[in-house]
């Protein structure tokens, strides 16, 4: 659903077809890509020992994988924003002084990236990590920066990736959406209760600049057997706050 490039080069669409169907599939063939992506196998065969020349994909007996050579990029594009180097000290903070997990996010092409994640001593593992990328209205992260975006970038986000359900829990109707942000404009944090992941909760809070536009949000999260009652509702968003503020005033004065 995303917009159409005027000129799209059809070579470069077909190379990351084959490279996001290397991720979702976890490693393939050329016979399982090509019925996959209904491309013909000498199709699928030019492409790919192009992206091994190329160190973008390696070879594993007759299976390929994406390639490490993209971390490279991800981590150059990460040190590129100056959010990463300001939050991640105190997200790493957040998580000591809490125990638990705690995140950045930035928002890119409508959807939330994890630019850092911090372990606490009783951090559960989730299937998310840094470069994940996912859906803004299913994180409390993501709908702390929705938040704060200007209506019509909201209406072009919702337009290009929809309101999927994730859990029953997950919000989809674009009207409850709505009235989710505007409470959380109002508080100041977001939660997520379990609209992402069951058995997940999360309590989250945007960066903003000192002239209103938001920057990112960062957030803690755990199960939602230790992340509940007083602890979900007062601690856990005035820690995040408090943690938001420092943020804040660095990014202003650095």
């Given at each position: ?17 084959i490279l996001d169907a290397l991720k979702e599939l976890d490693g393939a ?42 971390l490279e990029y991800g981590a150059f594009a990460r040190i590129q924003m ?173």
């Amino acid at each position: 659903m995303g917009k159409q490039a005027r000129h799209a080069v059809k070579s470069v669409e077909n190379a990351f077809e084959i490279l996001d169907a290397l991720k979702e599939l976890d490693g393939a063939g050329v016979s399982e890509l090509s019925e996959h992506l209904d491309f013909p196998k000498s199709t699928i065969h030019n492409y790919l020992s192009t992206l091994l020349q190329e160190e973008y994909v390696v070879k594993d007996g007759s299976t390929y994988h994406v390639g490490i050579r993209f971390l490279e990029y991800g981590a150059f594009a990460r040190i590129q924003m100056d959010i990463y180097d300001i939050a991640k000290p105190e997200v790493d903070t957040l998580a000591e002084t809490t125990g638990e997990l705690a995140n950045l996010m930035v928002e890119q092409h409508g959807r939330g990236s994890y630019l850092h994640r911090a372990r606490g001593d009783r951090a559960v593992q989730v299937e998310a990590h840094v470069g994940t990328r996912v859906p803004l209205h299913g994180t409390a992260l993501g709908k702390a920066i929705l938040a704060h975006l200007p209506e019509e970038r909201v209406d072009e986000i919702v337009e290009m990736h929809g309101l999927q359900a994730y859990t029953p829990k997950t919000v989809t109707d674009r009207a409850e959406l709505d009235e989710d942000l505007a409470e959380i404009r109002e508080a100041g944090v977001a939660f997520d209760d379990e609209e992402r992941l069951p058995g997940l909760r999360c309590v989250a809070a945007p960066i903003l600049s000192n002239n209103g536009r938001v920057l990112g949000a960062i957030s803690v999260s755990g199960p939602s057997n230790r992340i509940r009652d007083e602890r979900f509702t007062e601690t856990l968003p005035n820690r995040v706050l408090e943690t938001v503020n420092v943020i804040e005033l660095n990014v202003t004065y650095s």
